[in-house]
């Protein structure tokens, strides 16, 4: 029940960050529309044109939002081109919104017309680190469950069936798929989530955090990639 209530929570968190994100790419694209059209007379080809600028920079950074949405559900880190093209997207964004501003030296209109690009710019970064961490608070909460509801299992069954539990029926903990992975390494070999699942047989979820936790205890440096 916990981990469908947080569950529930990061669901709730998506919508709304969402909303937040497409209604300030929606209030910066007049402005961009604006500096695109340069003075051009409304109606003509690049007045026209000007309108898709905007829609260009927005809907790259939208994709990346939703794979990061996807990555950082299962606890994927995406690669430095990911970042990299978001935040050149973002910063395109805040360039055009409030060049006429900072020509003109209205303050008041610099004010203006940065507050929705960094509000946008604070909520890709947030959004990502939030969906991880509530990830992992669902895991948590899993394993929190399980960890309670064992005492009253044994409680309940006869100590004969509480053995056969122990050795066949019980749940592996993160810590378990760790300690094979740990048994199974040898110097020489790549610590990579493919590796982590052939020699633990975890899910594909829980390979990445299996492996940066191996790496790390190793001192092999950051856990590769590879899938």
């Not at 395109?92 to 919104?97: E, I, P, R, S």
């Not at 309940?156 to 592996?172: N, V």
Request: glycine share 6%; hydrophobic share 50%.
């Amino acid at each position: 029940m916990i981990a469908l209530q947080v569950e529930r929570v990061r669901s709730q968190v998506d919508r709304l960050c969402w909303s937040g994100i497409v209604l300030g790419l929606a209030f910066t694209m007049a402005n961009v529309q604006w500096f695109a059209a340069a003075g051009s007379d409304p109606w003509s080809l690049p007045w026209l044109a000007a309108w898709l600028l905007d829609p260009t920079v927005s809907l790259v950074l939208l994709a990346i939002l939703r794979a990061e949405q996807v990555t950082a559900r299962y606890q994927v880190h995406t690669g430095r081109w990911v970042r990299v093209a978001k935040w050149l997207a973002l910063g395109a964004t805040y360039v055009m919104n409030t060049w006429a501003s900072f020509a003109a030296g209205s303050l008041a209109g610099v004010v203006l017309h940065s507050v929705p690009p960094l509000i946008v710019f604070a909520a890709t970064e947030a959004i990502t680190d939030l969906r991880d961490k509530l990830t992992e608070a669902v895991n948590v909460a899993f394993t929190v469950a399980v960890d309670h509801a064992e005492p009253e299992v044994h409680q309940s069954t006869p100590a004969s069936q509480q053995r056969t539990r122990q050795t066949t029926g019980r749940r592996k903990l993160f810590a378990d798929y760790l300690a094979d992975a740990r048994t199974a390494w040898s110097a020489g070999t790549a610590v990579t989530p493919a590796w982590v699942r052939q020699v633990t047989g975890c899910s594909r979820g829980l390979s990445p955090r299996l492996a940066a936790a191996l790496a790390a205890e190793l001192g092999t440096g950051e856990a590769s990639h590879e899938r």
